[in-house]
């Protein structure tokens, strides 16, 4: 006798039956992201490991609006300081497309958003396959409802602070004033803009990195002022690691600045030679595409809703990244740990409950859900 072969669920349909109506659902969130203008001069910032098809769909989308494309290309993006010689080039563009690290934080590059220029970064859009995914047909519309919902848990016009726990023992705190939650939520990403359509815009595409529940938007990206917070982190795992960790590793802070790592496996000695004196950037990037995938960390995520990582930028550069992970995106400057189960309040109000984004339930991101088909399967079915 041999075993019967039991098939209770669906077989998968065809590549043919649905590839061409998902490849199109897929392209009208590029062209609707890459919002571009007649007249628009744009630059492609760009590295050599970048798919040049990306390059080549984005100029022809630009050409199709009537813009022009100058691209300038650098030995890497792990570009941590905008180039003197590339400034001119700046100056003149209207429109930025990049892949390079220091698009969000580099002073040079936030001054010029501030005087109307538009920046698309496309660390999740290094290849055009990555239009066939589940999360580049998602619509951006719904992104942006799911972004606002959680935008608008956060109290208003009282101090509180933003807590993060899990069952691991994770503990720790940021304190927000009512001015740093304004200067936070009223970025564009925040307010569920996903289209580069906003005069200073910063967007990203493939839309999946949401805004950080945390980071210097908070005091006007002023590196100087220092934000209180402090407690213990305890990750499952870091960008960087082919795998969860196995030990419960905790990372201590005081303040912005990682004072004692615990744990003895090869991983926590390894993060303890990197993290110590490290500063936290962004705590906790969160995703809020419903088919990111849970369990895809690299390059910088995970980017499924509720799906925390926390950036930390390093005292010194790390071997540890420069052996592993030569051609990451990053510097070796930084790290990024991982939480998928956290559970995230800010004052009473909760954001995430053991690692489900709680906005995926708000009436508002279920009705317009309904809009684009059944809301539990596009908010709820997520990717592994
Ligand atoms: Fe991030």
Redesign the pocket.
């Known amino acids: 006798m041999t075993s019967p072969t039991y098939q209770g669920l669906p077989l998968p349909l065809a590549p043919h039956i649905t590839e061409t109506r998902e490849f199109f659902q897929a392209l009208d969130n590029f062209t609707r992201t890459f919002a571009f203008r007649a007249g628009d001069r744009v630059l492609l910032l760009t590295d050599p490991l970048l798919d040049a098809r990306v390059v080549e769909a984005v100029s022809g989308h630009a050409r199709a609006r009537g813009a022009v494309v100058r691209q300038y290309m650098e030995p890497s993006s792990r570009v941590e300081r905008i180039p003197d010689s590339v400034k001119p080039l700046l100056e003149e563009a209207t429109f930025v497309v990049s892949t390079w690290f220091c698009s969000i934080i580099d002073p040079y590059c936030i001054a010029r958003r501030r005087q109307g220029q538009r920046w698309v970064k496309i660390t999740y859009f290094r290849n055009l396959d990555l239009l066939r995914t589940p999360q580049a047909r998602f619509p951006i519309d719904l992104v942006g409802e799911i972004t606002r919902a959680t935008a608008r848990r956060y109290p208003q016009g009282v101090d509180f602070d933003l807590h993060f726990t899990d069952a691991r023992g994770s503990d720790f705190r940021i304190h927000f004033t009512p001015q740093m939650r304004e200067n936070m939520l009223s970025t564009n990403r925040w307010r569920g803009r996903m289209g580069a359509d906003e005069d200073g815009c910063y967007v990203h595409y493939l839309a999946s990195?949401g805004p950080?529940l945390w980071d210097h938007n908070a005091v006007r990206n002023d590196l100087s002022v220092p934000t209180q917070m402090s407690g213990v982190l305890c990750p499952q795992w870091a960008v960087g690691f082919a795998r969860p960790f196995e030990e419960r590793i905790a990372v201590h802070f005081e303040g912005e600045y990682v004072s004692r790592v615990d744990g003895v496996s090869k991983e926590a000695v390894t993060l303890r030679e990197m993290l110590v004196g490290g500063r936290m950037i962004?705590g906790g990037?969160c995703g809020f595409n419903p088919k990111a995938p849970r369990h895809t960390i690299y390059p910088?995520?995970s980017n499924a809703p509720g799906a925390l990582?926390f950036?930390i930028d390093l005292a010194r550069p790390a071997d540890y990244i420069r052996k592993t992970l030569p051609d990451w995106e990053e510097p070796p400057v930084h790290v990024?740990l991982v939480m998928l189960d956290a559970t995230v309040r800010a004052g009473d109000a909760l954001l995430i409950d053991q690692g489900f984004l709680c906005a995926l339930r708000d009436p508002e991101v279920v009705a317009l859900a309904a809009v684009y088909g059944d809301p539990v399967e596009l908010l709820e079915a997520g990717v592994d």
């Open positions: 990195h950080n962004e990037g910088a995520g990582h950036g990024d």
